[in-house]
């Protein structure tokens, strides 16, 4: 079993960037594929990035392709989402997601576990 907690979002301006980390409990961290997903008022939740276990394969939302970039450190049991070029359509709850099974599904439902989520907001 893992805990993830997410940390990094804020209020930022359009064009700005952001990063975020997730932090995970326990001593397994490498034995996760990893997710960013997030949800904005009102609509359900959107695959964002995912990285597998090994970190040598990422996928991206269409949407923040070019934009966005997932990594991980699992020495320090820690995965990243650095945001560049902030748009107001990117303002959601961000919230990080660890799969024992499926590397790089874009399918909530694919994930076991999850953070409580971090809130990012971009002005116009």
């Known amino acids: 079993q893992v805990q993830l907690v997410e940390s990094g979002g804020g209020l930022v301006q359009a064009g700005g960037s952001l990063r975020l980390s997730c932090a995970a409990s326990g001593r397994t961290f490498r034995r996760y594929a990893m997710g960013w997903f997030r949800q904005a008022p009102g609509k359900e939740r959107e695959f964002v990035a995912a990285i597998s276990w090994s970190g040598g394969s990422t996928y991206y939302a269409e949407s923040v392709k070019g934009r966005f970039t997932i990594s991980r450190d699992d020495a320090i049991n820690t995965m990243y989402l650095q945001m560049n070029s902030l748009k107001p359509e990117d303002t959601a709850v961000y919230y990080c997601?660890?799969?024992?099974?499926?590397?790089?599904?874009?399918?909530?439902?694919?994930?076991?576990?999850w953070g409580q989520g971090t809130q990012v907001t971009v002005s116009s």
């Open positions: 997601a660890a799969a024992t099974l499926i590397s790089g599904s874009k399918d909530s439902r694919s994930y076991d576990y």
